[in-house]
């Protein structure tokens, strides 16, 4: 069980992060400075510095969250299942649970909140050294050779660019709900091209069922 104090510092972490999105989203992120931020929040700058070590962080944490996600569900896949079979299963459930990293959320602030972070060069900058470490993760994961990353290459450029594309068909101004079925047409056809590129070229037992 959760203690207290651990309840009390989520709650702070929460606080801090609702007032920070809220204030980038409402005046952009080059506008809103640390303080502000504490300012809405009610806390201090040393208090806000305990829980997000830059501004960036302050953003993008909802992002580092996922980080490692595609190896903990390759080390997680069930008996019998292959990697790849695991990592298309989760990106599907992923649509029809309309998980943000998808990018299948027509939520208005979750559009917003992408815009925001692609728009925004230091974010997008930081956005790209988690891709770098999430390859490497999955890489290990996957056996950790030469192979292995190249594989995790391919497989984290596929997740990348389908959550992209799901999130620009939706500014244009497409609903969730009615790209699901497309979305879930192209995630397939995606892995598939996976399974037939790697084809015996899979690490360790990438391709076994």
């Known amino acids: 069980m959760t203690g207290l104090r651990e309840r009390k510092k989520q709650r702070t972490h929460d606080a801090i992060s609702a007032a920070a999105i809220s204030l980038f989203l409402q005046r952009g992120y080059d506008a809103v400075s640390v303080a502000d931020v504490a300012d809405a929040a009610e806390v201090s700058k040393p208090?806000?510095?305990?829980?997000?070590?830059?501004?960036e962080d302050l953003v993008l944490h909802r992002i580092a969250d996922h980080?490692?996600?595609?190896?903990?569900?390759?080390?997680?896949r069930r008996p019998g299942e292959s990697p790849l079979a695991a990592l298309r299963r989760h990106f599907l459930d992923g649509l029809d649970r309309r998980d943000?990293?998808?990018g299948l959320n027509d939520h208005e602030q979750v559009l917003a909140y992408h815009r925001m972070v692609f728009s925004t060069p230091s974010l997008a900058a930081r956005v790209a050294s988690y891709t770098a470490a999430e390859e490497d993760a999955l890489a290990e994961a996957l056996g950790g050779d030469r192979t292995a990353r190249?594989?995790?290459?391919?497989?984290?450029?596929?997740?990348?660019?389908?959550?992209?594309?799901?999130?620009?068909?939706?500014i244009e101004g497409h609903s969730a709900a009615r790209l699901h079925a497309e979305a879930v047409d192209a995630a397939n056809g995606a892995f598939d091209?996976?399974?037939?590129?790697?084809?015996d070229h899979y690490p360790g037992d990438l391709a076994e069922a």
Do not use: C, D, H
Request: no cysteine; charged share 25%.
């Open 193 to 199: 091209l996976l399974e037939r590129g790697l084809g």
């Open 150 to 170: 190249l594989a995790a290459g391919q497989i984290v450029a596929v997740q990348r660019i389908l959550a992209r594309e799901n999130w620009r068909r939706l």
């Open 47 to 55: 208090t806000l510095f305990k829980y997000f070590a830059t501004k």
């Open 100 to 102: 943000p990293v998808t």
């Open 67 to 76: 980080q490692g996600e595609a190896a903990r569900v390759v080390r997680g």
